[in-house]
């Protein structure tokens, strides 16, 4: 017997868990299982384990909608963040609904029966699992989990000291009163290094180039104001509201003048750094705000780390690992007895799964995606990858939000199946707009957008809720029918189709 659902959720993260929830919220009447990889709700959250790891988004907005946060930090550990997702599946009773050890390595749809054949292995058996489902919905990010980005360094056979990816953080390190280089610039070496910095002899960010590094209070002044009046469901949407309204002024106007953002950034790192500071070799990156993510740093904490004298920022190149740490291009080596290397993550897409439509390989670098949630030519599907300029959580709440709208309207309609249709035109761009090298790597393998809605991701939230909550569910980019018509191609040009009463 090969078990059907009416939905089959990939992944029991962030995304996963909320996706669940809108599901028993929206559509109660539907069944549904969620397949988890791994042996432990939480994803990322659960997976990423180094020292200091928390949130660069506020957890107002990167919290659930349904769901307030009332921890006091609005910039969370990891460790909160994880306990606030197994505390949600608990809560709405999605952990009955999760198969733990399920990889899914394979998803085929059949336009005859309308359904999709899901292929699952068990990491924790061995055995091989069927599944079926007239909806597939992946919430698997898109980092690979199983392994870290690093790149090749000369010499890194000689280094006699212990040398360390946080993706895969030992659980035995012992750092206490040892010398520590952080390779890295990005969102994980600003937290590792203060964290590392209060048991460490000291330790050395040691970077290619700089990034950009904001520092914001880890509580949340406004919030806490506004809880000593209302209760936690009524003050939530509010600061939600008033972080999410910030979020999109400083991201518009990081694109419209990013001059003036430059100079506020480095103003406001000035002034948390020791007086002489070289700020411009340091803290003043040769790209524009935004065209890689903003790093947080809650309190200011690494500027207070290398204020102290207890960490410090190098920005050189590796030329070669040595016996007892890093020579580098400026012919200086560091000494270090351990070090790590926060040079970043790879990406795949679907969680490495793959597609077929009626016997056909879909090729996910040749689709197109319809509101940044699903395929061209991929009926009954969708995924979620959130914003880049915003809470990741925004974006998933909205794609779960819509999913539970399309599946309503199905039922109300008659209809089985809704297939998006690329667009008319061979513009096409990468899905994510970043330029971090981890993005650009991946960018060849990774669906593309168009040019304009709805096949293009506008990183606008606000515009997004008029798009997903209140937008029609049927337009030219999309058809609807019954079991037994044939996919339309991810390539083909989108045909009008006249609205589903």
Same mark, same amino acid.
């Given at each position: 017997?090969?078990?059907?659902?009416? &939905?089959?959720?990939?992944?029991?993260?962030?995304?996963?868990?909320?996706? *669940?929830?809108?599901?028993?919220?929206?559509?109660?009447?539907?069944?549904?299982?969620?397949?988890?990889?791994?042996?432990?709700?939480? /994803?990322?959250?659960?997976?990423?384990?180094?020292?200091?790891?928390?949130?660069?988004?506020?957890?107002?907005?990167?919290?659930?909608?349904?769901?307030?946060?009332?921890?006091?930090?609005?910039?969370?550990?990891?460790?909160?963040?994880? %306990?606030?997702?197994?505390?949600?599946?608990?809560?709405?009773?999605?952990?009955?609904?999760?198969?733990?050890?399920?990889?899914?390595?394979?998803?085929?749809?059949?336009?005859?029966?309308?359904?999709?054949?899901?292929?699952?292995?068990?990491?924790?058996?061995? %055995?091989?699992?069927?599944?079926?489902?007239?909806?597939?919905?992946?919430?698997?990010?898109?980092?690979?989990?199983?392994?870290?980005?690093?790149?090749?360094?000369?010499? &890194?056979?000689? +280094?006699?000291?212990?040398?360390?990816?946080?993706?895969?953080?030992?659980?035995?390190?012992?750092?206490?009163?040892?010398?520590?280089?952080?390779?890295?610039?990005?969102?994980?070496?600003?937290?590792? &290094?203060?964290?590392?910095?209060?048991?460490? *002899?000291?330790?050395?960010?040691? $970077?290619?180039?700089?990034?950009?590094?904001? *520092?914001?209070?880890?509580?949340?002044?406004?919030?806490?104001?506004?809880?000593?009046?209302?209760?936690?469901?009524?003050?939530?949407? &509010?600061?939600?509201?008033?972080?999410?309204?910030?979020?999109?002024?400083?991201? $518009?106007?990081?694109?419209?003048?990013? /001059?003036?953002?430059?100079?506020?950034?480095?103003?406001? @790192? $000035?002034?948390?750094?020791?007086?002489?500071?070289?700020?411009?070799?340091?803290?003043?990156?040769?790209?524009?705000?935004?065209? $890689?993510?903003?790093?947080?740093?809650?309190?200011?904490?690494?500027?207070? @780390?290398?204020?102290? /004298?207890?960490?410090?920022?190098?920005?050189?190149?590796?030329?070669?690992?040595?016996?007892?740490?890093?020579?580098?291009?400026?012919?200086?080596?560091?000494?270090?007895?351990?070090?790590?290397?926060?040079?970043?993550?790879?990406?795949?897409?679907?969680?490495?799964?793959?597609?077929?439509?009626?016997?056909?390989?879909?090729?996910?670098?040749?689709?197109?995606?319809?509101?940044?949630?699903?395929?061209?030519?991929?009926?009954?599907? *969708?995924?979620?990858?959130? +914003?880049?300029?915003?809470?990741?959580?925004?974006?998933?709440?909205?794609?779960?939000? +819509?999913?539970?709208?399309?599946?309503?309207?199905?039922?109300?309609?008659?209809?089985?199946?809704?297939?998006?249709?690329?667009?008319?035109?061979?513009?096409?761009?990468?899905?994510?707009?970043?330029?971090?090298?981890?993005?650009?790597?991946?960018?060849?393998?990774?669906?593309?957008?168009?040019?304009? @809605?709805?096949?293009?991701?506008?990183?606008? +939230?606000?515009?997004?809720?008029?798009?997903?909550?209140?937008?029609?569910?049927?337009?030219? /980019?999309?058809?609807?029918?019954?079991?037994?018509?044939?996919?339309?191609?991810?390539?083909?040009?989108?045909?009008?189709?006249?609205?589903?009463?």
């Amino acid at each position: 017997m090969v078990d059907h659902v009416d &939905v089959v959720i990939v992944g029991a993260g962030l995304s996963g868990v909320g996706a *669940a929830v809108h599901l028993r919220r929206n559509c109660p009447g539907k069944t549904y299982a969620v397949l988890e990889a791994r042996d432990a709700i939480g /994803g990322t959250w659960d997976l990423f384990r180094y020292p200091g790891i928390r949130s660069d988004s506020d957890m107002f907005t990167l919290g659930y909608s349904f769901k307030p946060w009332t921890d006091p930090k609005a910039i969370a550990d990891g460790d909160a963040i994880r %306990e606030y997702v197994r505390e949600t599946a608990r809560e709405y009773g999605v952990r009955e609904h999760i198969r733990f050890r399920h990889r899914v390595v394979r998803a085929e749809w059949d336009s005859d029966t309308a359904r999709w054949t899901v292929h699952a292995h068990r990491d924790d058996t061995g %055995e091989d699992v069927v599944l079926t489902c007239a909806f597939l919905f992946t919430c698997a990010g898109y980092y690979r989990y199983d392994a870290g980005y690093t790149p090749e360094f000369p010499g &890194v056979d000689r +280094y006699a000291g212990r040398l360390v990816h946080p993706q895969h953080w030992p659980a035995d390190l012992d750092w206490t009163g040892r010398r520590v280089v952080v390779i890295g610039s990005g969102a994980t070496a600003v937290t590792l &290094v203060p964290a590392l910095a209060e048991r460490a *002899a000291h330790v050395t960010m040691l $970077q290619r180039s700089p990034t950009y590094v904001i *520092a914001l209070p880890s509580r949340d002044p406004f919030a806490d104001a506004l809880r000593r009046w209302l209760p936690a469901k009524a003050a939530y949407p &509010v600061v939600r509201w008033k972080n999410v309204l910030l979020g999109v002024v400083n991201f $518009q106007l990081s694109r419209r003048a990013p /001059g003036l953002v430059k100079k506020f950034l480095r103003r406001a @790192a $000035q002034g948390r750094l020791p007086v002489g500071y070289d700020l411009d070799r340091h803290f003043a990156p040769r790209y524009d705000p935004w065209d $890689q993510r903003l790093c947080v740093v809650p309190d200011g904490d690494l500027f207070a @780390a290398i204020g102290d /004298g207890r960490a410090a920022v190098v920005t050189d190149t590796v030329e070669t690992f040595t016996e007892h740490g890093i020579r580098l291009g400026s012919g200086e080596e560091l000494p270090a007895d351990i070090i790590v290397t926060a040079t970043g993550l790879n990406l795949l897409a679907l969680g490495g799964m793959t597609v077929a439509v009626d016997g056909t390989e879909v090729d996910l670098a040749s689709t197109v995606a319809y509101k940044g949630m699903m395929l061209s030519g991929v009926p009954n599907f *969708a995924l979620t990858i959130g +914003y880049t300029n915003a809470s990741w959580t925004l974006k998933a709440d909205l794609v779960a939000t +819509y999913v539970c709208r399309l599946l309503r309207h199905l039922d109300a309609t008659g209809q089985q199946i809704v297939t998006p249709l690329a667009p008319d035109t061979a513009e096409r761009e990468p899905l994510i707009d970043l330029k971090s090298g981890y993005v650009l790597r991946a960018a060849d393998r990774l669906p593309k957008q168009g040019p304009r @809605a709805p096949w293009r991701l506008h990183q606008n +939230y606000p515009r997004d809720v008029l798009l997903m909550r209140h937008g029609r569910l049927t337009d030219s /980019g999309v058809r609807f029918s019954r079991a037994g018509a044939p996919a339309a191609s991810g390539l083909d040009a989108a045909q009008p189709t006249a609205p589903v009463a």
